[in-house]
């Protein structure tokens, strides 16, 4: 009698074939695989007021390399940094408000607004018992996903789709995250956790790092960094692949719970959320084979290597280097490289820092030598986040839902303008070859 093993093992070999469509039928019908154009570019399939990211600029004709721009509502990343440097760490608080409302708050509404976060931080007993407690799980990421969905059995009128009640529900999850990942991270890695409330009054970066390390005290640089990381990863544009889901699965009607839960499904992909992990990955590979960091012949010995597919994963991929849409620079890794350098002076660890800047001037120089390509290749900012996070005692298990935490903002703020404008499920068409 065949078993089930025996009839799956029969059946691999009819499951792939029978499922796999070569690259020329998609060359055939002239598909835009990924939603992506022949040279990259993402396909246009909607418009935003939220985001700009911008990475080449045509001239001509032809598509020229140029300074990255990020802009928030139509405001530089660069200012939008500047803008919160006076607000005692409540920046993602006054980003989040931006993102959402269109417009930057005044003091009083950012009071207000903070207030509100703070008051809906704690979480409703049955999610911290039969989720946090009851369902365990090492991924973060399915930790979170799972809890975002059980939030909507705890709300009295979970499938509205009217715009302000919405902005309510988004601030809840915006505030509730931070809560649900520490607790998550403690009970799922930390013997006897304490889930502790944070103090009346702290910002979201100081009250996660506060729940995180179990009451212990957070620097006030550390604060100001958390924030600022926070920032940089709260929005990205409409066609990112969580803000993409987000927007698709709105589009459909659906609830807010399920909308965010799907984005956090897409960032779990390691293709999307997983970058600042390689890096590190990468990283304590490269310290374990070099044995000066210092010095520049053994690094690109090591990294030629890394290139010829003969070291680390053997991908030939410098993690963290280069970028599906910024050519020249991504503007985040240009404000995080400064406060990684900041934390490397605080912390003691240059000569770790300095690998990093090693890498990211010899890597660029080893893909044009060894590829023959004349691609600008720069870093993007996961090839310092991980670092920054991990000057801060944030475990790496944290890493890609701390990007889910940030980009909360953004995902709610694409579903109100999804709500509002987009009024169209979203169904583009797949065509049936044999």
């Not at 022949?38 to 935003?48: N, R």
């Not at 300074?67 to 530089?76: H, K, N, T």
């Amino acid at each position: 009698m065949m078993t089930r093993i025996t009839l799956l093992e029969e059946l691999k070999s009819t499951l792939v074939q029978n499922n796999s469509i070569s690259q020329e039928v998609y060359n055939s019908f002239d598909v835009k695989r990924g939603l992506r154009n022949a040279d990259g570019s993402g396909v246009l399939t909607g418009l935003t007021h939220i985001c700009a990211v911008i990475g080449s600029k045509v001239q001509d004709g032809k598509s020229e390399a140029v300074d990255g721009e990020l802009s928030y509502r139509g405001i530089s990343i660069f200012d939008v940094v500047a803008a919160c440097q006076n607000v005692d760490h409540f920046g993602f608080e006054k980003v989040s408000f931006l993102l959402l409302l269109g417009r930057w708050p005044n003091a009083e509404e950012l009071k207000a607004f903070s207030r509100l976060l703070e008051e809906s931080r704690s979480l409703p007993d049955a999610i911290v018992s039969h989720v946090i407690q009851g369902i365990s799980s090492h991924n973060l990421m399915n930790k979170l996903q799972t809890s975002v969905s059980a939030l909507y059995s705890e709300d009295d009128d979970p499938d509205t789709l009217d715009p302000l009640e919405n902005l309510y529900k988004s601030m809840d999850l915006i505030a509730k995250v931070p809560t649900i990942l520490a607790y998550s991270f403690l009970k799922e890695f930390s013997h006897n956790p304490s889930f502790l409330a944070p103090k009346e009054g702290m910002s979201t970066a100081e009250a996660f790092l506060y729940m995180l390390r179990e009451g212990q005290p957070v620097s006030e640089l550390e604060k100001s960094i958390f924030d600022l990381c926070l920032i940089l990863h709260t929005e990205h544009g409409g066609g990112n692949n969580s803000t993409f889901a987000a927007r698709v699965v709105t589009s459909s009607g659906t609830d807010i719970y399920s909308a965010i839960a799907a984005a956090t499904a897409s960032l779990k992909g390691p293709l999307h959320g997983a970058a600042n992990i390689m890096v590190m990955d990468m990283m304590a590979d490269i310290k374990q084979h070099v044995e000066n960091w210092s010095d520049r012949e053994e690094v690109r010995g090591y990294l030629k290597k890394i290139i010829l597919k003969e070291a680390h994963d053997r991908s030939g991929k410098i993690y963290g280097l280069g970028h599906a849409v910024y050519t020249k620079s991504d503007p985040r890794a240009t404000i995080l490289k400064e406060q990684a350098l900041k934390l490397a002076q605080e912390k003691g660890r240059m000569d770790e820092l300095n690998l990093y800047f090693l890498i990211e001037e010899e890597g660029p120089k080893l893909f044009e030598e060894l590829k023959g390509s004349d691609k600008v290749i720069a870093p993007n900012v996961d090839f310092f986040s991980g670092f920054v996070y991990d000057c801060l005692g944030i475990p790496t298990q944290l890493y890609t839902s701390l990007f889910a935490m940030a980009r909360m903002s953004g995902w709610c703020s694409h579903r109100i303008e999804e709500i509002l404008s987009g009024k169209r499920i979203i169904r583009p068409s797949y065509k049936f070859v044999k």
